[in-house]
């Protein structure tokens, strides 16, 4: 048997040992937890960054469209060559109906997206701003729609933010402009049909839509103001009166026709 004092001397060491032994779990517990914290604050932080530049994107497109003098509601074409501006009309069509957001043609600065894309951007065909007979009015119906955990339609346009790339996307120099290194599934084949899922390891692009109607409540508020403006006008070089209202015939063969 061990002397009294070296029994004590033993047992204060194995209180030492499981002191430290305690202290290095709590040290490894609370850097789990920090990490695991700083991981979600991350990502958090990259879904706020992205959702603030598509609310933008979508916000300048709305204004440009209500202010467009000559052919209020339309949209610009989408950039296809990543120079941030909107690529001009080919004959009556724009060169493509996809490709990134324009933002310099917005005045907008260079939007990127929580993990530094720039913004890619689709347009309905029949909201283009062409120059051909093309009418533009509170008929006109987006040819857009989206599918998925978001089943929405009648879309004039859609941004999307494309995330990081995704183990089959390369987005070198040489493929800078290839759709499919950016946008996944329906989001990357060409046609109206496009998708909202939650994130995965196949999918991970974030997007918003520009519905037709959310564009024309505004535009209609801009046409009325402009109409009245006429009114006042005529009424004040007319000793304040104003011109009588034209007759009202069947226009239901004119829908969507101009000067009618």
């Known amino acids: ?31 789990v937890l920090v990490g ?10 990259r879904q706020e960054i992205t959702a603030a530049a598509l609310a933008q994107a979508k916000e300048a497109l709305v204004g440009r469209a209500v202010q467009d003098i000559n052919h209020p509601g339309s949209l610009p ?23 990134r957001l324009p933002w310099r043609t917005l ?14 951007y689709v347009l309905s065909a029949n ?16 040819q857009l729609s989206i599918a998925g ?41 060409g046609d109206n ?5 939650m994130a995965s390891d196949i999918f991970n692009d974030s997007l918003l839509g520009i519905g037709a109607d959310q564009i024309f409540q505004i535009v209609e508020k801009r046409i009325a103001r402009e109409a009245k403006a006429c009114l006042d006008n005529y009424a004040a070089a007319s000793g304040g009166k104003y011109p009588w209202a034209a007759p009202v015939t069947d226009t239901a063969a004119y829908s969507g026709a101009l000067d009618t």
């Open 1 to 31: 048997m061990l002397p009294p004092q070296y029994r004590l001397a033993r047992e204060k060491q194995r209180g030492t040992a499981l002191m430290l032994m305690l202290v290095i779990m709590v040290i490894g517990i609370a850097a």
């Open 36 to 45: 695991s914290l700083s991981a979600s604050a991350l990502k958090s932080a």
């Open 77 to 99: 074409c989408p950039d296809t060559d990543d120079d941030g501006s909107a690529e001009l009309m080919s004959g009556n069509d724009c060169p493509s109906y996809t490709g």
């Open 107 to 120: 005045k907008l600065p260079d939007l990127r997206d929580g993990d530094g894309e720039r913004l890619w």
């Open 127 to 142: 909201f283009r701003d062409g120059n051909s007979a093309l009418t533009i009015n509170s008929d006109t119906q987006g």
């Open 149 to 189: 955990n978001v089943s929405l339609g009648n879309i004039a346009a859609i941004v999307f933010a494309p995330g990081a790339p995704l183990a089959a996307q390369v987005r070198g120099t040489a493929d800078a402009n290839t759709l499919s290194n950016y946008l996944e599934g329906d989001n990357a084949n």
């Open 193 to 197: 049909v496009h998708a909202a899922h």
